[in-house]
Protein backbone atom coordinates (compact mmCIF):
# COMPACT_ATOMS: atom_id res chain seq x y z
CA UNK A 1 0.00 0.00 0.00
CA UNK A 2 2.90 2.38 0.62
CA UNK A 3 4.29 2.18 -2.97
CA UNK A 4 0.98 3.00 -4.77
CA UNK A 5 0.01 5.80 -2.08
CA UNK A 6 3.61 7.19 -2.57
CA UNK A 7 2.66 7.75 -6.49
CA UNK A 8 -0.68 8.70 -6.51
CA UNK A 9 0.00 11.25 -3.15
CA UNK A 10 2.84 12.90 -4.92
CA UNK A 11 0.72 13.14 -8.68
CA UNK A 12 -2.09 14.87 -6.46
CA UNK A 13 0.02 17.01 -4.02
CA UNK A 14 2.17 18.18 -7.10
CA UNK A 15 -0.92 19.18 -8.88
CA UNK A 16 -1.59 21.63 -6.40
CA UNK A 17 2.57 22.31 -5.86
CA UNK A 18 2.26 23.65 -9.48
CA UNK A 19 -0.22 26.34 -9.90
CA UNK A 20 2.34 27.99 -12.24
CA UNK A 21 2.61 25.96 -15.53
CA UNK A 22 5.99 25.07 -16.62
CA UNK A 23 6.32 26.64 -20.18
CA UNK A 24 6.29 23.55 -23.14
CA UNK A 25 6.44 23.58 -26.75
CA UNK A 26 2.99 23.75 -27.95
CA UNK A 27 1.58 22.22 -31.06
CA UNK A 28 -1.94 24.75 -30.47
CA UNK A 29 -3.35 21.92 -28.82
CA UNK A 30 -3.66 21.51 -25.23
CA UNK A 31 -5.37 19.77 -22.37
CA UNK A 32 -8.41 19.23 -20.43
CA UNK A 33 -6.73 21.24 -17.73
CA UNK A 34 -5.29 23.64 -20.21
CA UNK A 35 -1.28 22.28 -20.08
CA UNK A 36 0.14 22.44 -23.63
CA UNK A 37 1.18 19.25 -25.56
CA UNK A 38 4.51 19.30 -26.83
CA UNK A 39 4.98 19.66 -30.39
CA UNK A 40 6.97 16.15 -31.64
CA UNK A 41 4.51 13.51 -30.39
CA UNK A 42 4.89 10.43 -32.43
CA UNK A 43 1.19 8.90 -31.25
CA UNK A 44 -1.41 9.83 -29.51
CA UNK A 45 -3.87 7.06 -29.27
CA UNK A 46 -4.46 4.95 -26.53
CA UNK A 47 -5.12 2.26 -29.41
CA UNK A 48 -1.11 2.64 -30.56
CA UNK A 49 -0.01 1.22 -27.29
CA UNK A 50 0.77 -2.36 -27.18
CA UNK A 51 0.84 -4.72 -23.91
CA UNK A 52 2.50 -7.44 -24.16
CA UNK A 53 3.33 -9.76 -21.46
CA UNK A 54 0.67 -13.01 -19.42
CA UNK A 55 -1.20 -11.79 -16.90
CA UNK A 56 0.22 -11.99 -13.58
CA UNK A 57 3.78 -11.11 -14.74
CA UNK A 58 4.62 -7.20 -15.17
CA UNK A 59 3.65 -6.32 -19.38
CA UNK A 60 5.68 -4.44 -21.35
CA UNK A 61 4.64 -1.29 -23.17
CA UNK A 62 5.17 -1.07 -26.44
CA UNK A 63 4.82 2.25 -28.06
CA UNK A 64 6.50 4.78 -30.46
CA UNK A 65 7.48 7.79 -27.95
CA UNK A 66 7.03 10.47 -27.00
CA UNK A 67 3.42 9.38 -26.82
CA UNK A 68 0.91 12.06 -25.13
CA UNK A 69 -3.07 12.35 -25.14
CA UNK A 70 -5.38 15.43 -24.63
CA UNK A 71 -7.93 13.73 -22.63
CA UNK A 72 -7.39 10.83 -20.11
CA UNK A 73 -8.26 7.34 -22.31
CA UNK A 74 -9.03 4.10 -20.88
CA UNK A 75 -8.87 0.30 -22.29
CA UNK A 76 -10.21 -2.70 -21.35
CA UNK A 77 -7.33 -5.52 -21.86
CA UNK A 78 -8.89 -8.26 -20.47
CA UNK A 79 -12.51 -7.89 -18.99
CA UNK A 80 -11.88 -10.50 -15.52
CA UNK A 81 -14.89 -11.92 -14.09
CA UNK A 82 -17.75 -11.71 -11.49
CA UNK A 83 -18.78 -8.07 -10.66
CA UNK A 84 -16.92 -4.39 -11.12
CA UNK A 85 -15.16 -2.79 -8.84
CA UNK A 86 -17.70 -0.86 -6.38
CA UNK A 87 -17.28 2.25 -4.17
CA UNK A 88 -16.23 1.14 -1.01
CA UNK A 89 -14.90 -2.47 -2.09
CA UNK A 90 -11.05 -3.13 -0.94
CA UNK A 91 -8.79 -3.96 -4.30
CA UNK A 92 -5.63 -5.92 -4.28
CA UNK A 93 -4.15 -5.35 -7.53
CA UNK A 94 -0.25 -4.59 -9.29
CA UNK A 95 0.12 -1.61 -10.92
CA UNK A 96 2.70 -0.07 -13.72
CA UNK A 97 3.46 3.42 -14.64
CA UNK A 98 5.37 4.62 -17.33
CA UNK A 99 6.02 8.01 -19.17
CA UNK A 100 4.68 8.39 -22.23
CA UNK A 101 7.59 10.68 -23.35
CA UNK A 102 10.35 8.28 -23.10
CA UNK A 103 9.07 5.05 -22.30
CA UNK A 104 11.25 5.06 -19.06
CA UNK A 105 9.27 3.09 -15.62
CA UNK A 106 8.19 5.54 -13.22
CA UNK A 107 6.75 3.13 -10.73
CA UNK A 108 5.80 -0.44 -10.59
CA UNK A 109 4.29 -3.22 -8.18
CA UNK A 110 5.60 -6.21 -10.07
CA UNK A 111 8.15 -7.45 -8.40
CA UNK A 112 6.91 -7.08 -4.76
CA UNK A 113 4.35 -6.52 -2.62
CA UNK A 114 0.47 -5.68 -4.49
CA UNK A 115 -1.43 -2.38 -3.47
CA UNK A 116 -4.16 -2.62 -1.49
CA UNK A 117 -6.64 0.48 -1.21
CA UNK A 118 -10.37 1.39 -0.47
CA UNK A 119 -11.79 2.01 -3.65
CA UNK A 120 -13.21 5.66 -2.92
CA UNK A 121 -13.84 8.88 -5.09
CA UNK A 122 -11.06 10.47 -3.04
CA UNK A 123 -8.10 8.85 -5.21
CA UNK A 124 -6.50 10.33 -8.81
CA UNK A 125 -9.30 10.38 -10.48
CA UNK A 126 -7.75 8.83 -13.31
CA UNK A 127 -6.71 5.94 -11.07
CA UNK A 128 -10.44 5.85 -9.77
CA UNK A 129 -12.06 5.70 -13.23
CA UNK A 130 -9.56 2.76 -14.22
CA UNK A 131 -10.38 0.64 -10.88
CA UNK A 132 -13.70 1.31 -10.56
CA UNK A 133 -15.88 -1.48 -12.74
CA UNK A 134 -12.67 -3.47 -13.79
CA UNK A 135 -13.66 -6.76 -12.14
CA UNK A 136 -11.00 -9.46 -10.35
CA UNK A 137 -8.43 -10.74 -13.47
CA UNK A 138 -9.47 -7.56 -14.78
CA UNK A 139 -6.41 -5.71 -16.70
CA UNK A 140 -6.45 -2.01 -17.99
CA UNK A 141 -4.48 1.14 -19.10
CA UNK A 142 -5.14 4.66 -18.86
CA UNK A 143 -3.16 7.26 -20.34
CA UNK A 144 -3.27 9.87 -17.80
CA UNK A 145 -3.40 13.97 -19.75
CA UNK A 146 -0.62 16.29 -18.35
CA UNK A 147 -2.35 18.12 -15.68
CA UNK A 148 -4.40 15.49 -14.40
CA UNK A 149 -2.06 13.57 -13.01
CA UNK A 150 -0.16 16.13 -10.53
CA UNK A 151 2.87 17.99 -12.55
CA UNK A 152 5.92 17.47 -12.76
CA UNK A 153 8.35 15.61 -10.27
CA UNK A 154 12.04 15.84 -10.65
CA UNK A 155 12.03 12.72 -8.11
CA UNK A 156 11.07 10.29 -11.06
CA UNK A 157 11.46 12.93 -13.98
CA UNK A 158 8.24 13.71 -14.74
CA UNK A 159 7.18 16.63 -16.73
CA UNK A 160 4.09 18.95 -16.46
CA UNK A 161 3.34 18.38 -20.18
CA UNK A 162 4.11 13.96 -19.75
CA UNK A 163 1.42 11.80 -20.20
CA UNK A 164 1.64 8.85 -18.13
CA UNK A 165 0.52 5.65 -18.72
CA UNK A 166 -0.98 3.47 -15.92
CA UNK A 167 -1.30 0.45 -16.14
CA UNK A 168 -3.64 -2.19 -13.67
CA UNK A 169 -4.61 -5.94 -12.72
CA UNK A 170 -6.86 -6.29 -10.43
CA UNK A 171 -6.17 -9.33 -8.25
CA UNK A 172 -9.15 -9.57 -5.71
CA UNK A 173 -11.84 -7.35 -4.87
CA UNK A 174 -13.64 -7.77 -1.06
CA UNK A 175 -16.48 -6.17 0.30
CA UNK A 176 -16.03 -4.84 3.92
CA UNK A 177 -18.49 -6.18 6.54
CA UNK A 178 -21.66 -4.15 7.62
CA UNK A 179 -20.35 -5.13 11.52
CA UNK A 180 -18.23 -6.71 14.04
CA UNK A 181 -18.07 -10.43 13.60
CA UNK A 182 -16.48 -13.25 15.15
CA UNK A 183 -16.44 -14.46 18.82
CA UNK A 184 -18.16 -12.43 21.50
CA UNK A 185 -15.42 -12.21 24.46
CA UNK A 186 -17.18 -12.40 27.82
CA UNK A 187 -17.56 -8.67 29.66
CA UNK A 188 -14.68 -7.57 31.81
CA UNK A 189 -16.33 -6.41 35.29
CA UNK A 190 -15.51 -2.63 36.31
CA UNK A 191 -15.42 -1.48 32.30
CA UNK A 192 -18.02 0.09 30.44
CA UNK A 193 -20.83 -2.07 29.51
CA UNK A 194 -22.10 -2.49 25.53
CA UNK A 195 -25.51 -3.71 24.63
CA UNK A 196 -26.03 -3.81 20.53
CA UNK A 197 -28.99 -3.36 18.83
CA UNK A 198 -30.28 -5.71 15.60
CA UNK A 199 -28.07 -3.03 13.17
CA UNK A 200 -25.35 -3.75 15.47
CA UNK A 201 -25.12 0.15 17.19
CA UNK A 202 -23.70 0.36 20.17
CA UNK A 203 -25.08 1.73 23.49
CA UNK A 204 -22.82 2.35 26.36
CA UNK A 205 -23.29 2.66 29.95
CA UNK A 206 -20.52 3.55 32.36
CA UNK A 207 -20.20 2.09 35.71
CA UNK A 208 -19.51 3.35 38.90
CA UNK A 209 -16.85 5.12 39.89
CA UNK A 210 -13.85 7.10 38.61
CA UNK A 211 -12.44 6.64 34.74
CA UNK A 212 -9.25 4.37 35.10
CA UNK A 213 -5.71 6.44 34.43
CA UNK A 214 -4.17 4.31 31.86
CA UNK A 215 -5.37 3.44 28.68
CA UNK A 216 -7.74 -0.03 28.64
CA UNK A 217 -7.92 -1.89 25.08
CA UNK A 218 -10.67 -4.73 26.06
CA UNK A 219 -12.02 -6.59 22.72
CA UNK A 220 -16.32 -7.39 22.62
CA UNK A 221 -16.01 -9.65 19.23
CA UNK A 222 -12.85 -11.18 18.60
CA UNK A 223 -13.03 -11.50 14.84
CA UNK A 224 -10.84 -13.71 12.30
CA UNK A 225 -9.85 -11.49 9.39
CA UNK A 226 -6.25 -10.14 8.54
CA UNK A 227 -4.23 -8.40 11.37
CA UNK A 228 -4.53 -4.16 11.12
CA UNK A 229 -1.11 -3.13 10.74
CA UNK A 230 0.44 0.94 10.98
CA UNK A 231 0.03 2.57 7.85
CA UNK A 232 -3.13 0.78 7.18
CA UNK A 233 -6.72 2.65 6.29
CA UNK A 234 -9.01 1.19 8.30
CA UNK A 235 -13.11 1.28 7.81
CA UNK A 236 -14.78 1.60 10.97
CA UNK A 237 -17.93 1.70 12.90
CA UNK A 238 -18.03 3.28 15.78
CA UNK A 239 -19.38 5.23 18.82
CA UNK A 240 -17.53 7.91 21.16
CA UNK A 241 -19.15 8.71 24.49
CA UNK A 242 -17.33 10.51 27.91
CA UNK A 243 -16.84 8.91 30.52
CA UNK A 244 -18.16 11.32 32.67
CA UNK A 245 -21.74 10.96 31.99
CA UNK A 246 -21.90 8.69 29.19
CA UNK A 247 -23.38 11.10 26.83
CA UNK A 248 -22.58 10.73 23.26
CA UNK A 249 -20.00 12.70 21.13
CA UNK A 250 -20.26 11.05 17.69
CA UNK A 251 -20.88 7.93 16.10
CA UNK A 252 -20.84 7.02 12.65
CA UNK A 253 -23.80 4.42 13.00
CA UNK A 254 -26.22 7.63 13.73
CA UNK A 255 -24.71 8.73 10.23
CA UNK A 256 -25.56 5.94 8.86
CA UNK A 257 -21.86 4.81 7.15
CA UNK A 258 -18.95 3.70 8.39
CA UNK A 259 -15.89 5.76 8.53
CA UNK A 260 -11.99 5.20 7.33
CA UNK A 261 -8.46 6.66 8.86
CA UNK A 262 -5.12 5.92 8.61
CA UNK A 263 -3.81 3.99 11.51
CA UNK A 264 -0.57 4.19 13.38
CA UNK A 265 0.73 7.22 11.55
CA UNK A 266 -0.33 10.13 14.24
CA UNK A 267 -3.40 10.79 11.83
CA UNK A 268 -6.08 9.84 15.00
CA UNK A 269 -5.77 10.08 18.88
CA UNK A 270 -2.69 8.05 20.11
CA UNK A 271 -5.72 6.10 21.82
CA UNK A 272 -6.99 5.12 18.47
CA UNK A 273 -3.30 3.97 17.05
CA UNK A 274 -2.44 1.92 20.12
CA UNK A 275 -5.55 0.36 20.77
CA UNK A 276 -6.75 -0.80 16.97
CA UNK A 277 -2.99 -1.85 15.54
CA UNK A 278 -2.72 -5.25 15.95
CA UNK A 279 -6.52 -6.37 16.26
CA UNK A 280 -8.25 -8.25 13.69
CA UNK A 281 -10.64 -6.63 10.92
CA UNK A 282 -14.04 -8.26 12.39
CA UNK A 283 -13.17 -7.27 15.99
CA UNK A 284 -15.31 -4.91 17.96
CA UNK A 285 -12.79 -2.96 20.53
CA UNK A 286 -13.94 -1.06 23.58
CA UNK A 287 -11.09 1.56 24.10
CA UNK A 288 -11.52 3.61 27.69
CA UNK A 289 -8.64 6.77 26.60
CA UNK A 290 -7.25 8.95 29.12
CA UNK A 291 -6.58 12.69 28.35
CA UNK A 292 -3.42 11.96 28.13
CA UNK A 293 -4.09 9.66 24.95
CA UNK A 294 -7.13 11.79 23.66
CA UNK A 295 -7.66 15.30 23.72
CA UNK A 296 -5.23 16.07 26.69
CA UNK A 297 -6.06 19.48 29.12
CA UNK A 298 -7.40 21.45 25.49
CA UNK A 299 -10.36 18.67 24.90
CA UNK A 300 -12.15 19.53 21.23
CA UNK A 301 -14.97 21.82 20.59
CA UNK A 302 -17.58 22.02 22.59
CA UNK A 303 -18.59 18.12 22.45
CA UNK A 304 -15.11 17.19 24.63
CA UNK A 305 -14.44 18.92 27.70
CA UNK A 306 -10.55 19.69 29.07
CA UNK A 307 -9.28 16.49 30.61
CA UNK A 308 -11.96 14.33 29.07
CA UNK A 309 -11.29 10.60 29.37
CA UNK A 310 -13.16 9.06 26.54
CA UNK A 311 -14.95 5.72 25.50
CA UNK A 312 -15.35 4.21 22.22
CA UNK A 313 -16.77 1.05 20.62
CA UNK A 314 -15.09 0.39 17.74
CA UNK A 315 -15.89 -2.19 14.82
CA UNK A 316 -13.11 -3.07 12.38
CA UNK A 317 -15.01 -3.78 9.54
CA UNK A 318 -11.59 -3.75 7.03
CA UNK A 319 -7.91 -2.28 6.57
CA UNK A 320 -5.82 -1.31 3.27
Not at 38 to 63: H, Q, R
Not at 94 to 112: A, I, K, P, Y
Not at 127 to 132: C, G, I, P, R, T
Not at 164 to 189: C, H, K, M, Q
Amino acid sequence: MRRILVVLTAFALLGAACGEEEPTRSTGETTTTGVALPDDLKTTDLDDVKVVGEPGSEPTLEFEAPFGVSETAKRVIDEGEGDGAEDGNNLTFNFLFVNGRNGETVQTSFGDEPATLVLEDTLLPAVYEALKGTKEGGRVLVAIAPGEGGGADETSGVEASDTILFFAEVLSISVPLERAEGEAVPPVAGLPTVVLDDAGAPTITMPSGGAPADLVIQPLIQGDGATVEAGQQITVHYTGALYADGSVFDSSWDRGTPASFSIGTGGVIAGWDKGLVGQKIGSQILLVIPAADGYGDEGSGESIPPGATLVFVVDILAAA
